[in-house]
């Protein structure tokens, strides 16, 4: 027989367990489960880890880096974030260390090299898009996290959500991979591509320009991945698209994913007054909030623009199959 490519393949609960008792201090462990969704390959897989003594943990065993290009560095720097924003009071998932004191650990799939590692457990439920209060919270911390991280250093480097990682490496993408019979959609997201692009790129030279409005950011903060304990207590995980980027965009990630502007006034108001309270942002900085949102779209439509995979060759937008 031939020897087969392996392009997906899920690590048996039983043996995260047994690498987590080997290099993690952390007691007996009661259980290990997989709770990932097995029909997205883009994302990385999750097991809910509960020890005797009643913690409870995640670990991630993370996807093949050539999905996003990535290196162990990216991974670090990640890590590394997570820690710093910890240390500094910031309510975010962080890494629980090994016992060798790194956070980084990997296995051989039969795939390829990937990476994991154990996080924090984020309490509670995900941040209601009604609640006034959790709104503004959420606001104010998310500015913490952008003003504190202007104070991170780090020796490992990441990919930067910039103009090319953000408009020109998706727009290659879905030229090569997007279904010609539907080139007249396709033409409609080059067109507003572009012009997000050239408005993005105007703001970025005017005498507006904000000396802290890049630097680290979640790249992907929404309610699902804030959570709300029984104390009000926020935490915010899953920072798997961090990065150095603009915070603006930021929010605007955030805007789209929770549909904010399509909703009540009165909870749009609310979390850019939590944000107002800890960070002003510029005019052009405000301004950027709305291109940066159709840049995201094509982000995204470029992500899941899937030329193979479990859930088949197209997954939102049509693809050719390769």
Same mark, same amino acid.
């Given at each position: ?40 390959? /883009? *994302?990385?897989?999750?097991? =809910?880890?509960? @020890?005797? !003594?009643? $913690? ?125 019979? /539907? *080139?007249?959609?396709?033409? =409609?997201?080059? @067109?507003? !591509?572009? $012009? ?8 970025l030279q005017n005498e507006e320009h904000t000396e802290d409005g890049w630097g680290p950011i979640g790249g992907d903060f929404h309610s699902a991945n804030t959570h709300f304990d029984e104390a009000g207590q926020l935490t915010f995980f899953n920072f798997d698209l961090c990065g150095p980027g603009w915070r603006a965009y930021d929010i605007a990630v955030f805007l789209l994913n929770t549909n904010l502007t399509h909703s009540d006034t009165n909870m749009s108001e609310a979390f850019f007054a939590g944000y107002y309270s800890q960070r002003q942002l510029s005019g ?39």
């Open positions: 027989m031939n020897e087969i490519r392996i392009m997906r393949s899920f690590v048996a609960a039983d043996t995260m367990a047994e690498i987590i008792g080997d290099e993690y201090d952390i007691g007996p462990l009661q259980s290990c489960k997989l709770f990932s969704k097995m029909l997205r390959t /883009q *994302d990385n897989d999750h097991y =809910l880890v509960k @020890t005797r !003594a009643g $913690e409870q943990m995640v670990i991630r065993v993370y996807q093949l880096g050539r999905h996003l290009e990535r290196s162990r560095s990216d991974y670090e720097f990640e890590l590394d974030w997570l820690r710093f924003l910890h240390q500094r009071g910031l309510p975010v998932s962080y890494p629980i260390p090994r016992r060798d004191g790194t956070s980084l650990g990997s296995i051989q799939a039969p795939e390829g090299e990937r990476y994991y590692a154990l996080f924090s457990f984020a309490k509670g439920k995900p941040m209601s898009l009604t609640d006034e209060e959790q709104l503004f919270q959420c606001g104010s911390e998310m500015a913490r996290i952008h003003l504190v991280s202007n104070e991170f250093r780090t020796g490992h480097a990441r990919k930067p959500m910039d103009l090319a990682f953000l408009v020109d490496s998706p727009v290659e993408r879905m030229k090569r991979f997007w279904d010609s019979s /539907q *080139d007249y959609n396709l033409d =409609l997201i080059l @067109t507003s !591509a572009a $012009e997000a692009k050239e408005e993005i790129e105007a703001l052009n900085e405000h301004a950027a909030v709305a291109p940066f949102m159709t840049l995201r779209r094509v982000w995204l439509t470029a992500t899941f623009t899937m030329n193979e995979g479990l859930a088949g060759h197209t997954f939102i937008a049509p693809a050719r199959p390769s």
